[in-house]
């Protein structure tokens, strides 16, 4: 108790800054790779609190990394993730505006506690979650490969949920070639690039009898031509295929390409795949290092845990695979609401979601203290990490 009386302590020196940053990122909602206010505030503040930092990470001009060292020993190396892009329409409607300052809060305590056993903190930016995800061009740059663990919590509806898994997802785009015509006059001159797209959604409808019930294909037409009476030469259809392992989803997304080229055969078109946006694996929870979480958001009061279905996905799975991760929610809301919405961002800005977001702090600060002193700890969480 004497440690958790402490961190609320540390925390209150802090929370007003991280509501008043909560407050100017929802009121200044910026898209994925966009996030030029967001990220200068995040280095600002760094700064100003006497960490180092380090911006257009990999090359992504949003992009950031606080760092704190220890001068005294070398030790475990934690990164924090932070979020912070928003979505078309509704701005902050997946809560990414309280999601990095609770990284954040947690980073500004745990600086105290890397002086005092050693070791090594990371604040990482990672924008474009909802797109084009950072994290996935950080993992392939190797940023986290000697990282020790990473760790990031999600705002919800209602109550903590703990790090489960999310679904690998690709995101594709057919693009479907023919030849102009009159519509009317001369329709047998013509090859209807659109008839390849509907051809396309009628086989990927077919193909879901044989899909697992876990995973999930969605698309649009994205292009269908100009006007009826034109016989569209060009048209286009986006689509996210995903499921709960990167080996089912490799596998179903072979299965929907074939649906394409089947489509391109039978209308008559030619055929162009591409990906438009980076694919996403899926998330391996760290049960070691999850337990740890959990543990320590009971010792601070919260009742119960929820589980998480895992549907959705997120370029965090992709930092799971190169380092021991875990991704937990905390609420924002005293009901059940629907991410993604506007009802979502408002209530990331409520009461209740300063108090869930304390609560996530304490208990990401307390496992980063843990990692810290611990060895044994940190041995058992690589090892589980190891054999995945």
Same mark, same amino acid.
């Given at each position: 108790?004497?440690?958790?009386?402490?961190?609320?302590?540390?925390?209150?020196?802090?929370?007003?800054?991280?509501?008043?940053?909560?407050?100017?990122?929802?009121?200044?909602?910026? +898209? $994925?790779?966009?996030?030029?206010?967001?990220?200068?505030?995040?280095?600002?503040? /760094?700064?100003?609190?006497?960490?180092?930092?380090?911006?257009? &990470?990999?090359?992504?001009?949003?992009?950031?990394?606080?760092?704190?060292?220890?001068?005294?020993?070398?030790?475990?190396?934690?990164? +924090? /993730?932070?979020?912070?892009?928003?979505?078309?329409?509704?701005?902050?409607?997946?809560?990414?505006?309280?999601?990095?300052?609770?990284? +954040?809060?947690?980073?500004?305590?745990?600086?105290?506690?890397?002086?005092?056993?050693?070791?090594?903190?990371?604040?990482?930016?990672?924008?474009?979650?909802?797109?084009? $995800?950072?994290?996935?061009?950080?993992?392939?740059?190797?940023?986290?490969?000697?990282?020790?663990?990473?760790? &990031?919590?999600?705002? %919800?509806?209602?109550?903590?949920?703990?790090?489960?898994?999310?679904?690998?997802?690709?995101?594709?785009?057919?693009?479907?070639?023919?030849?102009?015509?009159?519509?009317?006059?001369?329709?047998?001159? $013509? &090859?209807?690039?659109?008839?390849?797209?509907?051809?396309?959604?009628?086989?990927?409808?077919?193909?879901?009898?044989?899909?697992?019930?876990?995973?999930?294909?969605?698309?649009?037409? %994205?292009?269908?031509?100009?006007?009826?009476?034109?016989?569209?030469?060009?048209?286009?259809?986006?689509?996210?295929?995903?499921?709960?392992?990167?080996?089912?989803?490799?596998? /179903?997304?072979?299965?929907?390409?074939?649906?394409?080229?089947?489509?391109?055969?039978?209308?008559?078109?030619?055929?162009?795949?591409?990906?438009?946006?980076?694919?996403?694996?899926?998330?391996?929870?760290?049960?070691?290092?999850?337990? =740890?979480?959990?543990?320590?958001?009971?010792?601070?009061?919260?009742?119960?845990?929820?589980?998480?279905?895992?549907?959705?996905?997120?370029?965090?799975?992709?930092?799971?695979?190169?380092?021991?991760?875990?991704?937990?929610?905390?609420?924002?809301?005293?009901?059940?609401?629907?991410?993604?919405? =506007?009802?979502?961002?408002?209530?990331?800005?409520?009461?209740?979601?300063?108090?869930?977001?304390?609560?996530?702090? +304490?208990?990401?600060?307390?496992?980063?203290?843990? &990692?810290?002193?611990?060895?044994?700890?940190?041995?058992?969480?690589?090892?589980?990490?190891?054999?995945?």
């Amino acid at each position: 108790m004497e440690l958790i009386l402490e961190l609320k302590n540390n925390l209150n020196s802090y929370m007003e800054d991280l509501k008043e940053m909560n407050e100017f990122f929802y009121n200044n909602p910026e +898209l $994925g790779n966009e996030e030029y206010l967001a990220k200068e505030k995040y280095c600002n503040y /760094l700064k100003k609190n006497n960490f180092q930092v380090e911006e257009n &990470i990999c090359g992504i001009p949003t992009a950031f990394i606080g760092k704190y060292e220890s001068t005294k020993k070398e030790g475990p190396k934690i990164a +924090l /993730l932070a979020e912070y892009d928003a979505l078309p329409e509704i701005g902050h409607g997946c809560g990414h505006n309280i999601l990095g300052l609770t990284s +954040l809060g947690a980073f500004l305590i745990l600086k105290k506690y890397v002086e005092e056993y050693g070791g090594s903190l990371f604040l990482i930016g990672t924008p474009a979650e909802e797109t084009n $995800g950072a994290k996935v061009t950080m993992v392939e740059n190797g940023l986290f490969s000697d990282m020790d663990v990473a760790m &990031i919590v999600h705002p %919800s509806g209602k109550g903590h949920y703990r790090s489960s898994t999310s679904q690998a997802m690709e995101a594709l785009k057919f693009k479907f070639y023919g030849k102009t015509a009159h519509a009317a006059g001369d329709p047998y001159n $013509g &090859i209807n690039a659109l008839d390849g797209v509907l051809t396309l959604f009628a086989s990927v409808n077919a193909l879901r009898q044989q899909t697992l019930s876990t995973s999930r294909i969605h698309g649009i037409i %994205s292009n269908g031509g100009l006007t009826p009476n034109i016989i569209p030469d060009y048209a286009e259809a986006k689509f996210y295929v995903r499921a709960n392992k990167l080996k089912d989803m490799e596998e /179903l997304v072979e299965k929907v390409k074939n649906c394409a080229k089947g489509a391109a055969l039978s209308s008559g078109t030619k055929l162009e795949i591409e990906n438009y946006e980076f694919s996403f694996y899926d998330m391996i929870t760290n049960k070691t290092l999850s337990n =740890l979480y959990e543990n320590n958001l009971k010792k601070i009061g919260v009742e119960e845990i929820f589980e998480d279905e895992g549907l959705g996905s997120t370029d965090m799975g992709n930092v799971s695979h190169q380092c021991p991760s875990i991704h937990p929610y905390f609420p924002i809301s005293s009901k059940e609401i629907t991410g993604h919405s =506007l009802e979502f961002a408002e209530a990331s800005i409520s009461e209740k979601a300063y108090e869930g977001m304390e609560e996530a702090i +304490l208990a990401l600060s307390m496992t980063g203290i843990e &990692i810290l002193k611990d060895k044994e700890l940190l041995k058992n969480i690589k090892e589980e990490f190891n054999k995945k």
